[in-house]
T-cell receptor
Framework: AQTVTQSQPEMSVQEAETVTLSCTYD???????LFWYKQPPSRQMILVIR??????QNATENRFSVNFQKAAKSFSLKISDSQLGDAAMYFC?????????????FGAGTILRVKS | KAGVTQTPRYLIKTRGQQVTLSCSPI?????VSWYQQTPGQGLQFLFE???????NKGNFPGRFSGRQFSNSRSEMNVSTLELGDSALYLC??????????????FGQGTRLTVV
């Protein structure tokens, strides 16, 4: 079974600065998808960024980028120019491309606090 | 375009009762998945429905069940509620079925409290 580990329960960053959230995963598969989701106090999960395992290029979405290291099974999220609205719980998630289903396996989450 | 709608938003039930939660996916989406979120266990997959059929199931007891209707709306039911069932239940909808490379969109969840 696949597992996702987020080793940082909580992180803080000063507004306008950069922060990196860590995620490692364990799988025996070669084809899969990785995601970062944001969950603000409203509790609605919002997709931040996704990465297909077969793509070597790291995904980027505006101020959000990932460092995908397939051999190391590492998938970190970098947030540049942090804003107050980035404060939320961030979840790393894995989805198999081979298994039948859209099941997401989530990490425990990292609370991100943004200081003004 | 309306997002994923979950009803009710909040629910308080007594131990031993049963409860039904509803999820209306984004128009045109045919796949619906359910997740349980608790402080202790985090986010755990319950089950997934596509074309009115359960396609995948997580490791939950038989008290947890679900169904999907022809309009893709889904319901989940929990019977004989236990205190440990208190959680945020999240529903996610996807455009295509299992195995496809489509994004999952989440609703705001139903907060269930069992007393």
């Amino acid at each position: 079974a696949q597992t996702v580990t987020q080793s940082q329960p909580e992180m803080s960053v000063q507004e306008a600065e950069t922060v990196t959230l860590s995620c490692t995963y364990d799988t025996s598969e070669s084809d899969y998808y990785l995601f970062w989701y944001k969950q603000p106090p409203s509790r609605q999960m919002i997709l931040v960024i996704r990465q297909e395992a077969y793509k070597q290029q790291n995904a980027t979405e505006n101020r959000f980028s990932v460092n995908f290291q397939k051999a190391a099974k590492s998938f970190s999220l970098k947030i540049s120019d942090s804003q107050l609205g980035d404060a939320a719980m961030y979840f790393c998630a894995y989805r198999s491309a081979r298994e039948y289903g859209n099941k997401l396996v989530f990490g425990a989450g990292t609370i991100l606090r943004v200081k003004s | 375009k309306a997002g994923v709608t979950q009803t009710p938003r909040y629910l308080i039930k007594t131990r031993g009762q049963q409860v039904t939660l509803s999820c209306s996916p984004i128009s045109g989406h045919r796949s619906v998945s359910w997740y349980q979120q608790t402080p202790g266990q985090g986010l755990q997959f319950l089950f997934e429905y596509f074309s009115e059929t359960q396609r995948n199931k997580g490791n939950f007891p038989g008290r947890f069940s679900g169904r999907q209707f022809s309009n893709s709306r889904s319901e989940m039911n929990v019977s004989t509620l236990e205190l440990g069932d208190s959680a945020l239940y999240l529903c996610a909808s996807s455009l295509k079925g299992p195995g496809s490379n489509t994004e999952a969109f989440f609703g705001q969840g139903t907060r269930l409290t069992v007393v």
